[in-house]
């Protein structure tokens, strides 16, 4: 089960993530992707929320991650949210537009 949330910020994404939580997720259960790396990285850490890493990926893809564009490697972090190959191609346009995605996901 996953829930995915578009933002334009972080201050939406706080939001986002404060009714995440109210619906019985924890920080462990939700992520934040932007499609600047840095942008993701920095909002992940200052809203206290989880990385996309190894548990969620599999070694493979986390592997293969760095050989692959920032685009490619969103749609597959999405992917092993449990989000389908439509939507993450979808999420990824959006992040292409500067949005940033919340997703919590009980399955990861």
Do not use: C, P, W
């Amino acid at each position: 089960m996953e829930t995915v949330k578009i933002v334009e910020n972080g201050v939406e994404a706080k939001k986002e993530i404060e009714q995440l939580m109210g619906q019985g997720f924890t920080k462990n259960e939700i992520y934040l992707l932007a499609h600047d790396k840095h942008r993701s990285e920095d909002l992940t850490h200052a809203l206290n929320i989880s990385d996309i890493g190894i548990a969620e990926q599999g070694v493979f893809d986390s592997i293969a991650n760095v050989f692959r564009s920032r685009g490619d490697e969103l749609r597959t972090m999405l992917e092993s949210l449990g989000v389908s190959d439509d939507e993450a191609e979808r999420y990824e346009k959006e992040m292409d537009h500067g949005k940033v995605i919340v997703i919590a996901s009980k399955s990861a």
